[in-house]
T-cell receptor, first 115, second 116 residues
C-alpha cells in the first residue's frame, strides 16, 4: 500500500521569508500524481499545487513551488515570501488514476507565520 | 453557491446513536469520496463511489456504511456511533479524466462530528 509521510508536525516562518515542507512517499507505481493541499482554520481543503510523476519539470504556482525527486520519492513544497494568510495546515497527497483517483494523505504540517 | 455541500456542519451525538452525514454536489461528477481527518493522521478514505451502482470500501470502512442515492448525493452513516469516531469528515468529488489527465478532487466544507 502507498504511504505518505510528512516528518514535520509544525514549521514556523517569519513573514516575507521562505519555508520548505517535506514529504516522502512510498509506491511501486510509475505513473502517479502528487498534491499539496492547504487547510486554513476555515477547514476548507484547498489545492495549492500538483505534480505529475511523468513530468520532469517541477511545478510552480506563484509563490509556491515544489522539488520533486522521483528516484528519492520526495516531494517538498517551498513557500516563498510567506504571508500571514499562508498560516494553515498543509497536507501532501498521492493519487493514481489506476486506483480511481483515490488520495492517500500525509499527516500534515502546521505552518505558523510570524509578523 | 458551493459546488460540494455537506450537512450538518457540526454535530454532537451520543454513543450508540445512528447518525447520517450528507453530501451533495452540483459539479456533475461521477466519483464521490468520504474521508475522515484525525490529528496527525491526515485524511483517510472511508468509502468511495464511481457511480450510483459502484460503491467500494476504503482504508477504514469498519463501523460505517454509505448510500449513493443519486449521482449528486452520497451519504455516510454511522450505525452505532462510538467516541473514537469523533473526527472531521469530508466529502469529495472528481471526474475520472481522459488520457493521462488526473482531475483533482473537490472537497466539501467538512462536518465536525463529536461522539460523547
Amino acid at each position: 500500500a502507498q504511504t505518505v509521510t510528512q516528518s514535520q508536525p509544525e514549521m514556523s516562518v517569519q513573514e516575507a521569508e521562505t519555508v520548505t515542507l517535506s514529504c516522502t512517499y512510498d509506491t511501486s507505481e510509475s505513473d502517479y500524481y502528487l498534491f499539496w493541499y492547504k487547510q486554513p482554520p476555515s477547514r476548507q481543503m484547498i489545492l495549492v499545487i500538483r505534480q505529475e510523476a511523468y513530468k520532469q519539470q517541477n511545478a510552480t504556482e506563484n509563490r509556491f513551488s515544489v522539488n520533486f525527486q522521483k528516484a528519492a520519492k520526495s516531494f517538498s513544497l517551498k513557500i516563498s515570501d510567506s504571508q500571514l494568510g499562508d498560516a494553515a495546515m498543509y497536507f501532501c497527497a498521492y493519487g493514481t488514476k489506476a486506483a480511481g483517483n483515490k488520495l492517500t494523505f500525509g499527516g500534515g504540517t502546521r505552518v505558523l507565520v510570524k509578523p | 453557491d458551493a459546488d460540494v455541500t455537506q450537512t450538518p456542519r457540526n454535530r454532537i451525538t451520543k454513543t450508540g446513536k445512528r447518525i447520517m452525514l450528507e453530501c451533495s454536489q452540483t459539479k456533475g461528477h461521477d466519483r464521490m469520496y468520504w474521508y475522515r481527518q484525525d490529528p496527525g493522521l491526515g485524511l483517510r478514505l472511508i468509502y468511495y463511489s464511481f457511480d450510483v451502482k459502484d460503491i467500494n470500501k476504503g482504508e477504514i470502512s469498519d463501523g460505517y456504511s454509505v448510500s449513493r442515492q443519486a449521482q449528486a448525493k452520497f451519504s455516510l452513516s454511522l450505525e452505532s456511533a462510538i467516541p473514537n469516531q469523533t473526527a472531521l469528515y469530508f466529502c469529495a468529488t472528481s471526474d475520472p479524466g481522459g488520457g493521462r489527465s488526473y482531475n483533482e478532487q473537490f472537497f466539501g466544507p467538512g462536518t465536525r462530528l463529536t461522539v460523547l
